[in-house]
Each structure stands twice: as structure tokens, then as C-alpha cells.
């Protein structure tokens, strides 16, 4: 059974810091493209971050560049996702999601595994 499960959300002031993990199991998830997303409420899911298998390349959302760092542990099947000098309007619910094929797509339909999620908020 393949599971995503996320870790490290909470509640943190405006220009705080939280580390996002997401341990992987059920498969081998060394050669997949990793990535995280956010849904607010009322809000479609969005592209964060992703990083291809090797951990060499990454993608990054405008709203989130120079701030947030997406990186991976394969021998632990980890993904993180450093999250710097929060501000309010990146509240949401924190999906990690699997790809196993190469590409680091955008959109949530070009991604096979998803995690439960796990909630930020950042209060001003």
C-alpha cells in the first residue's frame, strides 16, 4: 500500500520558519519526481515546489521562490520542504505528491500519489 504521510505543520507568526516533511512508503519512491502543493480554503490546490529524482533540479511557484527550499532524502524516502519568512496568505493545507514518471509538472492531475495534508497557518 503506497502512503505519502506529512509532518511539521502548525500554527507560526508572519516571518517565521516551519519545516515540512513527507515520508514515503509502500514502493520506491527514489526515481519519482516529488513535489508539494497548497489548498486554502475556497481556493483550488496550487504548485509549490517539486524536485526531480536525482534531487539536481527543482521548480518553483513566483509566490514562494527565494523563500521556500524543496529537497529529498532517498536512502530515508523524505521529501522537505523549508519554509522561510511565512506570511499570512501562505495559510493552507500542505499536500506532498508523488510522480513516477520524469517532468516536474504543475498541475495536481500529472500526479499519481498524494499525501493527507497537512495544515499551515501563519497568523500576522
Known amino acids: 500500500q503506497v502512503q505519502l504521510v506529512e509532518s511539521g505543520g502548525g500554527l507560526v507568526q508572519a516571518g517565521g520558519s516551519l519545516r515540512l516533511s513527507c515520508a514515503a512508503s509502500g514502493r520506491t519512491f527514489s526515481s519519482d519526481v516529488m513535489a508539494w502543493f497548497r489548498q486554502a480554503p475556497g481556493k483550488e490546490r496550487e504548485f509549490v515546489a517539486a524536485i526531480s529524482w536525482s534531487g539536481g533540479p527543482t521548480k518553483y511557484a513566483d509566490s514562494v521562490k527565494g523563500r521556500f527550499t524543496i529537497s529529498r532524502d532517498n536512502a530515508k524516502n523524505t521529501v522537505y520542504l523549508q519554509m522561510n519568512s511565512l506570511k499570512p496568505e501562505d495559510t493552507a493545507v500542505y499536500y506532498c505528491?508523488?510522480?513516477?514518471?520524469?517532468?516536474?509538472?504543475?498541475?495536481?492531475?500529472?500526479?499519481?500519489?498524494w499525501g493527507q495534508g497537512t495544515q499551515v497557518t501563519v497568523s500576522s
Open positions: 505528491a508523488a510522480r513516477s514518471r520524469s517532468g516536474l509538472q504543475i498541475e495536481p492531475a500529472d500526479y499519481d500519489y
